[in-house]
């Protein structure tokens, strides 16, 4: 099955300062690549997502950026606020029947 | 619309017990996912349903149960529960009309002692 890998693990940036997360996954057969955000005692959120047939999407502060050729995906936060601070998870998907998530990265943005 | 509603909110169960966590979703989506999160760790698939009467395994199946008897629910039964079932479970559902957006329940935090 799927593998999906996410680094890093915890990243500390200052308010205002950018904030990147990278994903990478095994199966090419991959075509939908969701990120989540998720606050403490709730469920994920969509915050942006990219179907393999783009290579960049943006919405305000958010973009994510994926490569097929090397299996790997990004999601880049700019100007980043202390409300960004949570939990972000990438995942991988055939066509939405299955998803296959990262181990997820805790975002701190230190006012 | 409610969305995606979980219950309970949290359980304790003793090992060997039975329940049955209940999910519904008003937003007449086919998709429906359970996933079980553990302490810092991602999410991963128990079961899904691509619609009513239909289901499939995912990752991590072994000591579950689920049915989709109508397109509104999708409980998950978990049988002779384990410690290893200590976990948070969340519920999600897609609709197929014009994407993949996945919509997340609350989840359900289980404790087996």
């Known amino acids: 099955g799927e593998n999906v890998e996410q680094h890093p693990s915890t990243l500390s940036v200052q308010e205002g300062d950018s904030a990147v997360i990278k994903c990478t996954y095994s199966?090419?057969?991959?075509?939908?690549f969701p990120w989540y955000k998720q606050e403490l005692g709730k469920g994920p959120q969509l915050i942006i997502d990219?179907?393999?047939?783009?290579g960049e999407k943006k919405d305000q502060r958010i973009a994510v950026t994926l490569n097929k050729t090397a299996k790997h995906f990004s999601l880049h936060i700019t100007e980043t606020q202390p409300e960004d601070s949570a939990v972000y998870f990438c995942?991988?998907?055939?066509?939405?029947?299955?998803?296959?998530f990262g181990t997820g990265t805790s975002l701190t943005v230190i006012p | 619309n409610a969305g995606v509603t979980q219950t309970p909110k949290f359980r304790i169960l003793k090992i060997g017990q039975s329940m049955t966590l209940q999910c519904t979703q008003d937003m007449n989506h086919n998709y429906m996912y359970w996933y079980r999160q553990d302490p810092g760790m991602g999410l991963k698939l128990i079961y899904y349903?691509?619609?009513?009467?239909?289901?499939d395994k995912g990752e991590v199946p072994n000591g579950y149960n689920v049915s989709r008897s109508t397109t509104e629910d999708f409980p998950l039964r978990l049988e002779l529960a384990a410690p290893s079932q200590t976990s948070v479970y969340f519920c999600?559902?897609?609709?197929?009309?014009?994407?993949?957006?996945?919509?997340f329940g609350p989840g359900t935090r289980l404790t087996v002692l």
């Open positions: 349903s691509v619609g009513a009467g239909i289901t």
């Open positions: 999600a559902s897609i609709g197929t009309s014009g994407g993949y957006t996945q919509y």
């Open positions: 199966d090419s057969a991959s075509n939908y």
């Open positions: 990219i179907r393999s047939n783009v």
């Open positions: 995942a991988a998907s055939i066509s939405g029947n299955q998803f296959y």
